[in-house]
């Protein structure tokens, strides 16, 4: 059930409402992930293969060993990250060099592959957007299709999700815009776990933690961050920030126990901070638990 549902304020000098479109930012991530998933489960894709496997003509730096499909989805890779401003620098040329306007998954691809590993893959826990989008790129040799055809084609289109957009080029890591309405789609499938997208093992492994190679545990599955008390998971999350004209300050957790989600979609304002989004989800949360 929908307690509260609303918008407050004003987007682009319109008051906001439960259809107006909200830009995701890195809460993105969850829906690549679970597309991995699905190709996970139809046999598809091995998250232990090697990246090399489904991309031989990309030749990514090593160190160690090869980079793995896990890498990328637990952010354990070692990749430099598009959003920093040393890679930015290198980026401007890199397309200055190829007389690029802009970055697609096949050319963003083919600049990691210019590019030194931060370090030896599965050695330390990193958030890379960049992981992300070279995972849209598998995705897309993998399907023969362009990774928002298949995303639309295998999340959005089943559930209805009829005012959520990706971009046509570059996927993965932060472009996709939805609704109020929408995401309600999507929590409640996954709450359900909806057998039109993943079996009930697929969705239980979306909240499985990573480990490095050491044997170590990371607090982050296929697209969310998770938190555990005692071994239990307590909820799993995910942010969004987002930059420039979208100033995305987004927050969504899952209440594992009592199967509650909030979840925060700010726009054009980028002083909200991660510590006052966090009360802010507290505090509605606590609300939603008293008697109605």
């Not at 932060?174 to 969705?203: C, F, H, I």
């Not at 995910?238 to 420039?244: A, I, Q």
Request: net charge neutral; proline share 3%.
């Amino acid at each position: 059930d929908v307690l509260q549902r609303k918008g407050y304020g004003f987007v682009n000098g319109e008051h906001l409402r439960s259809d107006s479109p909200l830009s995701l930012a890195s809460v993105t991530k969850q829906f690549a992930a679970a597309c991995a998933m699905i190709l996970i489960e139809n046999g598809s894709l091995d998250p232990n293969e090697k990246v090399s496997h489904y991309l031989p003509d990309l030749h990514l730096p090593k160190a160690e060993r090869e980079l793995k499909i896990r890498d990328l989805v637990w952010h354990v890779s070692g990749l430099p990250n598009f959003i920093k401003a040393k890679e930015k620098s290198s980026i401007a040329d890199f397309k200055e060099q190829r007389g690029l306007d802009f970055l697609t998954n096949q050319t963003h691809a083919e600049w990691l592959a210019t590019m030194e590993l931060r370090r030896s893959p599965g050695t330390r826990f990193e958030y890379t957007n960049s992981g992300y989008v070279l995972l849209a790129r598998i995705i897309e040799e993998l399907t023969g299709e362009a990774f928002y055809r298949f995303q639309q084609r295998r999340i959005f289109d089943v559930l209805e999700m009829d005012q959520t957009t990706d971009s046509t080029r570059f996927n993965g890591s932060g472009n996709m815009k939805t609704t109020l309405l929408d995401y309600e789609k999507w929590d409640r499938a996954v709450w359900k776990q909806d057998s039109r997208l993943l079996t009930p093992k697929g969705y239980e492994r979306i909240f499985e933690g990573g480990v490095l190679d050491n044997g170590e545990p990371i607090d982050y599955g296929y697209g969310w961050r998770l938190h555990r008390q005692n071994g239990q998971l307590v909820w799993a999350e995910h942010g969004g920030v987002g930059s420039g004209t979208t100033s995305a300050r987004n927050l969504v957790r899952r209440y594992i126990a009592d199967r509650t989600t909030v979840a925060i979609f700010a726009q054009e304002r980028p002083s909200l901070s991660r510590s006052e989004r966090d009360a802010l989800v507290c505090e509605i949360y606590d609300r939603a638990r008293q008697p109605h």
